[in-house]
């Protein structure tokens, strides 16, 4: 059976080739261009087929008037259901009771589990933030909430310690800046993601959920988010170099655009892309009336459980 990587990339649109306000359009990408032929994540390129990678343009607007949120694109993209429609109207960050609800009913992680499939978020999360849910003073973002709700252990300190999860930047940099944390390896980004290829190898659907992305659009500063992407990029690199030759599917995606217009503050109307990475045949059955953010848990349900 083939396996997929969903690489979530919170915050991300497809924008402007305009090198002035898309950090896409500015920096260089080598590893993701080289899937592309050459040519960059904007929305002018989308949508392309190539030798080893598929771009798609998707909508995270559902139809809702307003600019998409986090809590219900993200919770859309984890069940399938229009959630903003559902409630009436796009809201985050965090989830609010209808949208908790919604993703207990059920996502893709209890989906996947309920098939016989193993399913795990591989990012490990810090004792503080263990411990700042269980007094009340954080609220579960919908991802985490999806894996718990599917009655999936989130990863700890031990897990990212003894290889089988990674911090949300990869190579653990930020973690280790934090003194208060405990100590955790520290990889190069091509380590870290040749370190996330191999940990990806023992869940039927490995979930990456890679937040800075949208931290960095809000902040609005093009020399930080081309750095923030020459090392995504970099974790690109090893992640496929060590992935080749499987046969596995790694989708790219994102809830709402954000990172590629900085010349606005808050997130954006523009599609978000579903860049697919792996043989032409798992592309094509991933990519199957891909259109909207509802239509991913079907179409990794297609690729993992073919009938």
């Not at 949508?47 to 986090?70: F, N, R």
């Not at 990863?155 to 190579?171: E, N």
Request: with cysteine; glycine share 8%; charged share 20%.
């Amino acid at each position: 059976m083939s396996r997929v990587l969903l690489l979530f990339m919170d915050g991300v649109g497809l924008g402007a080739d305009d090198p002035a306000f898309n950090p896409f359009a500015a920096c260089e990408m080598p590893a993701l261009e080289a899937l592309l032929g050459g040519r960059k994540l904007v929305s002018e390129s989308a949508p392309h087929i190539a030798e080893k990678a598929t771009l798609l343009a998707i909508d995270a607007t559902l139809g809702q008037p307003g600019t998409p949120q986090s809590a219900s694109g993200q919770a859309a993209l984890l069940t399938g259901r229009n959630v903003p429609q559902e409630i009436g109207e796009h809201y985050g960050p965090k989830p609010n009771p209808p949208i908790q609800q919604i993703l207990r009913e059920g996502n893709i992680f209890s989906t996947v589990t309920q098939l016989g499939g193993k399913a795990a978020l591989l990012n490990a999360y810090p004792p503080q933030y263990f411990e700042a849910i269980e007094r009340g003073h954080r609220l579960y973002s919908a991802i985490p909430l999806a894996v718990t709700a599917a009655g999936l252990p989130l990863m700890t300190t031990k897990d990212i310690q003894d290889g089988r999860a990674l911090s949300v930047d990869f190579t653990g940099e930020g973690w280790a800046a934090r003194p208060e944390f405990p100590p955790v390896p520290i990889y190069s980004p091509a380590e870290a993601g040749a370190k996330l290829a191999q940990v990806a190898t023992r869940y039927d659907l490995a979930w990456f959920d890679f937040w800075p992305s949208d931290y960095a659009g809000h902040r609005q500063n093009m020399n930080s988010a081309i750095a923030l992407l020459e090392v995504f990029d970099a974790v690109l690199s090893g992640l496929l170099q060590t992935q080749e030759g499987h046969q596995d599917l790694i989708v790219l995606t994102s809830d709402h655009g954000n990172l590629e217009d900085l010349s606005q503050r808050g997130h954006t109307r523009n599609p978000v892309p579903a860049l697919l990475i792996g043989s032409e045949e798992l592309r094509g059955r991933f990519a199957e009336e891909l259109e909207n953010l509802t239509h991913f848990v079907p179409a990794i349900r297609r690729t993992l459980f073919p009938s």
